[in-house]
């Protein structure tokens, strides 16, 4: 297993924008220098406490601030960017990157953003936009000479050369054939997640619950079987809520004190509410919704605790979601107290992980 972060990236809405951002690129970091694979960044456009519209610009920060971890838009929102302009801004930052980059999509779960863009989210108009607006960005890199694409939503027209060759569509990624790519997924068997089997793509997801991320991996493994694709439990992303610390008090205290239980009492627990995923977030069916609190959570379901507790709770969620190859560390605005957050991803790191890392290692007959 290996160690990722998913930064939404997340903020109380007194924050202000730069000084969100500063804490933003302190963790990306401080997770390359504990060793994390990789950090994923999030595009929001309505929500107050996701004020990151643009993760392309944390990442061009972060790359001159790092040097080894790898940096991805967690995600471009497709439906809300005309692929030609977003081909050619990926490939740039791919160059820029030099291997340390990987492109995540999404189509979109914020009625609010449908609404800003004028997108019938309902019907699932954002997964059919995802789903065009990738196909044209794939054949706008693979293109070789002219290209026209005429779609339901968009029609691109690559021209062939003019100007004796002086104009052209020159700009190709740096990794061939493109970089990785990782789609994430929110809904129960997510059809942007069976895109992902169909195309062999990373898959990633939030778990609310065992049944809830079950529905993702069987949806992505069936899509990659009828492609006639074989698919690797290695390449999937799990997305958890993380708080280690010397103690099960310690860790109790400061995550349910700070902005974790903020976040997640004020912000999330709320929005999963109104969006009907109650029955997704608990596989207990007593607990009523009014039980679905920060401190119902971090008994049950988030990874929270010393390192003792934190190994056992991280190696019970991988044998009951049969199995991922990235725990990526849900990322919180610490920043007013940032001491404990900090320790709790070196915790996480350097003694979480390699105890889990040995328990999982098959025995040497």
């Not at 169909?198 to 809830?212: A, Q, T, V």
């Amino acid at each position: 297993m290996e160690l990722g972060l998913f930064m939404m990236p997340t903020h109380p809405p007194e924050r202000r924008p730069y000084d969100g951002a500063q804490w933003d690129l302190q963790m990306i970091r401080w997770a390359d220098e504990l060793g994390f694979a990789e950090a994923w960044i999030g595009e929001h456009f309505t929500a107050i406490w996701e004020p990151v519209p643009a993760p392309d610009l944390l990442i061009a920060q972060a790359l001159l601030q790092t040097s080894r971890i790898k940096l991805a838009p967690g995600a471009h929102l497709l439906p809300y960017h005309h692929p030609a302009e977003l081909a050619a801004r990926v490939a740039y930052l791919d160059h820029l990157a030099q291997g340390r980059f990987m492109f995540g999509v999404g189509s979109s779960g914020l009625p609010s953003d449908w609404q800003l863009f004028d997108v019938d989210g309902m019907s699932g108009e954002n997964r059919r936009m995802t789903a065009e607006a990738l196909d044209i960005i794939l054949r706008i890199w693979e293109a070789k000479g002219e290209m026209r694409y005429e779609g339901r939503y968009w029609t691109v027209h690559v021209p062939p050369p003019m100007v004796d060759g002086l104009l052209y569509h020159h700009l190709e990624p740096f990794q061939k054939p493109h970089p990785p790519i990782g789609i994430a997924g929110l809904s129960p068997r997510s059809d942007t997640l069976k895109l992902a089997g169909e195309r062999g793509f990373i898959p990633m997801s939030l778990n609310l619950s065992p049944h809830y991320i079950k529905t993702h991996w069987e949806v992505y493994e069936e899509a990659a079987q009828a492609a006639g694709r074989t698919c690797d439990r290695a390449s999937w992303r799990v997305v958890r809520e993380v708080f280690v610390a010397e103690t099960d008090a310690q860790a109790r205290r400061w995550c349910l004190e700070g902005n974790m239980g903020r976040q997640e009492g004020t912000y999330l627990l709320p929005l999963f509410k109104a969006f009907d995923f109650v029955q997704w977030m608990t596989d207990d069916p007593s607990v009523t919704e009014a039980d679905l609190t920060p401190e119902y959570f971090v008994d049950h379901g988030w990874l929270v605790g010393s390192v003792e507790t934190v190994t056992e709770k991280l190696l019970e969620m991988n044998q009951q979601v049969g199995g991922f190859g990235t725990l990526l560390v849900l990322g919180f605005d610490y920043a007013d107290n940032p001491e404990p957050w900090r320790q709790s991803m070196e915790l996480l790191a350097r003694e979480v992980l390699p105890k889990v890392n040995r328990a999982l290692q098959p025995a040497i007959v």
